[in-house]
């Protein structure tokens, strides 16, 4: 007793030797020959490559050109920065020397003048006799305005 | 003896990265069952052949385009069974007319495992197989060949789940009566 799977692959056994021409090689190169078909890792190489052949390739002269222009920029800055340090190294320059010290003079003779003047101490308080009747007169006119509103108070209730 | 694994587990992400080995396995697993289901329809070996080859080209080369890994089988079978009705349009057109027998069933069958068919009968469950129309033959291999749930058989086939289940089933009552006329 059989399956009829086991019927209808058995049937077809004999044609296995003519499947067995198809190659898996064959096929795992259709895969990575296929633009949908890339494996994983390839895809960022073709992305680069899709952007050389659209953005880079077609406009080459012009690339070029601005290649060489930045190459020149590039090395004429490298050389005057090149001359300035060695020319710096080699000899101090006297004029620079001579402002310097010219400004050390300055700023000491600014601050020789500027040194600050002692602080106006405050003025010592009087003796007590000159402030106590000053704080009496003070207390007498609060206690007769108080003594105005009592009086006005009681005359309003009777 | 061949059994389909139910939840088998196919290299497709290495075939999907172009490893060979993997494409050796996918070739073992499916090449006859593919062929058998080509040759079943088309009846010509050469053009089987030339189906199952160019199928698993296209394969390889749309494999990309495959999102669930599990159902390469099914998609498979579905790059060459429309390789079939190209061949069919081009050598008879007639053959795959509407089908009269698209009715709506109560599914009283067997499965692909449970139908057991004894020696003296294969050579007649072959012919019976080849009297059916291309419709009703192409879902009962599928079923038969790979177990293909419903859904797998109508996205193969691009038919609805009603039609393969009428088709099915109408198929599965051809047989039942196949066999008990030769068992009385």
């Given at each position: 007793m059989k399956t009829p799977r086991e019927i209808i692959l058995e049937r077809h056994q004999s044609a296995e030797a003519k499947l067995a021409e198809i190659r898996q090689e064959d096929l795992a190169a259709s895969v990575r020959q296929s633009p949908n078909g890339c494996p994983e890792e390839t895809v960022a190489a073709m992305v680069v490559l899709k952007f050389w052949r659209e953005s880079i390739w077609p406009f080459r002269r012009g690339w070029l050109g601005l290649t060489a222009v930045w190459i020149v920029i590039a090395a004429a800055n490298f050389n005057t920065r090149e001359t300035r340090s060695t020319r710096a190294a080699t000899q101090p320059n006297q004029a620079v020397l001579a402002a310097l010290q010219d400004q050390r003079r300055l700023m000491v003779q600014l601050l020789e003048s500027a040194v600050p003047t002692p602080a106006s101490s405050p003025k010592p308080p009087g003796p007590r006799s000159e402030r106590e009747p000053e704080r009496f007169r003070k207390a007498a006119t609060d206690k007769s305005t108080a003594c105005t509103e009592r009086t006005g108070a009681f005359s309003l209730s009777s | 003896m061949l059994v389909v694994a139910e939840h088998e587990q196919l290299p497709?992400?290495?075939?999907?990265?172009?490893?060979p080995e993997a494409?050796?396995?996918?070739l073992a697993r499916f090449r006859l069952p593919l062929y058998a289901y080509v040759y079943e329809l088309v009846h010509q070996e050469q053009t089987s052949l030339d189906i199952v080859q160019e199928s698993f080209i296209n394969a390889a080369r749309h494999i990309a385009g495959l999102q669930r890994d599990e159902k390469f089988g099914s998609w498979l079978f579905n790059i060459a069974h429309q390789k079939c009705?190209?061949?069919?349009?081009?050598?008879?057109?007639?053959?795959?007319?509407?089908?009269?027998?698209?009715?709506d069933f109560?599914?009283?069958?067997?499965?692909?495992?449970?139908?057991?068919?004894?020696?003296?009968?294969?050579?007649?469950?072959?012919?019976l197989l080849d009297q059916l129309t291309v419709p009703h033959r192409a879902v009962l291999l599928l079923h038969f060949v790979e177990d293909f749930s419903l859904e797998e058989i109508a996205s193969i086939t691009r038919a609805q789940i009603g039609t393969v289940k009428s088709r099915l089933h109408y198929a599965r009552k051809a047989l039942r009566k196949l066999f008990e006329e030769n068992e009385t």
């Amino acid at each position: 007793m059989k399956t009829p799977r086991e019927i209808i692959l058995e049937r077809h056994q004999s044609a296995e030797a003519k499947l067995a021409e198809i190659r898996q090689e064959d096929l795992a190169a259709s895969v990575r020959q296929s633009p949908n078909g890339c494996p994983e890792e390839t895809v960022a190489a073709m992305v680069v490559l899709k952007f050389w052949r659209e953005s880079i390739w077609p406009f080459r002269r012009g690339w070029l050109g601005l290649t060489a222009v930045w190459i020149v920029i590039a090395a004429a800055n490298f050389n005057t920065r090149e001359t300035r340090s060695t020319r710096a190294a080699t000899q101090p320059n006297q004029a620079v020397l001579a402002a310097l010290q010219d400004q050390r003079r300055l700023m000491v003779q600014l601050l020789e003048s500027a040194v600050p003047t002692p602080a106006s101490s405050p003025k010592p308080p009087g003796p007590r006799s000159e402030r106590e009747p000053e704080r009496f007169r003070k207390a007498a006119t609060d206690k007769s305005t108080a003594c105005t509103e009592r009086t006005g108070a009681f005359s309003l209730s009777s | 003896m061949l059994v389909v694994a139910e939840h088998e587990q196919l290299p497709v992400r290495e075939a999907r990265a172009g490893e060979p080995e993997a494409w050796g396995i996918l070739l073992a697993r499916f090449r006859l069952p593919l062929y058998a289901y080509v040759y079943e329809l088309v009846h010509q070996e050469q053009t089987s052949l030339d189906i199952v080859q160019e199928s698993f080209i296209n394969a390889a080369r749309h494999i990309a385009g495959l999102q669930r890994d599990e159902k390469f089988g099914s998609w498979l079978f579905n790059i060459a069974h429309q390789k079939c009705i190209q061949h069919w349009r081009k050598q008879h057109p007639e053959e795959i007319a509407i089908d009269p027998q698209d009715d709506d069933f109560a599914d009283a069958g067997f499965g692909p495992q449970e139908l057991l068919i004894r020696k003296e009968q294969e050579a007649e469950f072959m012919k019976l197989l080849d009297q059916l129309t291309v419709p009703h033959r192409a879902v009962l291999l599928l079923h038969f060949v790979e177990d293909f749930s419903l859904e797998e058989i109508a996205s193969i086939t691009r038919a609805q789940i009603g039609t393969v289940k009428s088709r099915l089933h109408y198929a599965r009552k051809a047989l039942r009566k196949l066999f008990e006329e030769n068992e009385t």
